[in-house]
């Protein structure tokens, strides 16, 4: 009994297998439909009425098909019912947390980890431009320093994914996020972003791309494809150590890219993070998302304490890389 309830509890509602059901329920009702189509295209051509087979499609494949076809139905209907559920669940109620207190950072703080914002799953949207947050933090002065959050990723061509430009789960930048005038170049200085950005203009491919820079523009980019899962919750981290030196990107508590290469890039002109858009809250930068337990933290954060915080989540599977 006990196994029976786990399936019927976890594994029925994963998207994966409500997709099955929904693909099968299609087939067997496709393959019914035909049964019955056959069956009257038979008495209608002119089969004889007194033959076995004319028996059989006039008797057997109607009876059939009504017999089978109601519970294929009801079957394909629960099955996307429950897909619904599901992602709705994943979307808005966080699974039981045994700290679920908002701590936020005090400048000049740099002993501890703090879990600091969006305790709850935050939608942010810039028909709310108040919804990104704005988290005043010194952790990018600290030698060493890790920020990380929960994202939830859409389908391909929705929320975070429907790109008109860069959305941005995490800002910082110099001269209050305008572009300055750098040796007769324009450019965004003093850098620290985490974003979903078009390869180019005509915006088909996308990465998730990190990078820095400086008060000059010079910069360091770590970016990866997009290949991620979805519609899942993720979970996004940069960490750095200038003593290494190592500058890491995380999803899922995986590193996907890293350099060593990027302590002349690090911004000079230090102030807040922005969580969910660009610093000065464009409306095309907002990700038009939902962000949770976003974490500030002036030390390396550990392989072992990034899994441990993909334990709390065990309905977010791990994305695909």
């Not at 009425?49 to 006039?58: D, E, K, N």
């Not at 305790?119 to 890790?146: C, F, I, K, N, R």
Request: proline letters at 6%.
């Amino acid at each position: 009994m006990s196994r029976l309830k786990r399936f019927l509890t976890e594994e029925w509602s994963k998207p994966a297998w409500a997709s099955k059901l929904e693909t099968a329920g299609a087939a067997a009702g496709l393959i019914v439909f035909c049964g019955m189509i056959g069956g009257y295209v038979w008495n209608l051509v002119g089969g004889d009425v007194s033959s076995v087979l004319a028996i059989l499609t006039r008797q057997v494949s109607v009876p059939v098909g009504v017999v089978l076809g109601a519970p294929i139905f009801l079957l394909m209907a629960s099955a996307y019912l429950m897909k619904r559920l599901h992602l709705r669940s994943l979307e808005s109620v966080p699974p039981p947390h045994r700290d679920r207190v908002s701590n936020l950072p005090k400048p000049g703080a740099q002993n501890r980890s703090f879990a600091v914002a969006a305790p709850e799953p935050h939608l942010v949207s810039a028909a709310d431009p108040s919804s990104a947050l704005t988290v005043g933090t010194d952790v990018l002065e600290s030698p060493q320093g890790t920020v990380g959050l929960w994202t939830f990723v859409d389908d391909p061509g929705r929320g975070i994914r429907n790109l008109k430009n860069n959305r941005y789960l995490v800002a910082h930048a110099g001269n209050k996020g305008r572009m300055a005038t750098v040796a007769s170049t324009r450019a965004y200085i003093d850098v620290f972003a985490l974003s979903c950005s078009p390869v180019d203009k005509a915006r088909s491919d996308l990465i998730w791309r990190f990078y820095v820079s400086n008060k000059t523009g010079e910069r360091t980019t770590l970016k990866i494809e997009d290949r991620l899962s979805s519609p899942h919750w993720h979970h996004f981290a940069v960490r750095w150590d200038h003593t290494a030196p190592s500058l890491e990107f995380l999803v899922d508590a995986m590193v996907v890219a890293a350099t060593a290469d990027f302590r002349s890039c690090w911004p000079t002109s230090l102030g807040a993070l922005t969580f969910g858009s660009w610093v000065s809250r464009g409306a095309i930068h907002f990700i038009e998302s939902k962000i949770w337990r976003v974490q500030i933290a002036p030390r390396w954060m550990t392989d072992e304490e990034l899994r441990e915080e993909m334990s709390h989540l065990p309905w977010a599977r791990r994305g695909q890389i």
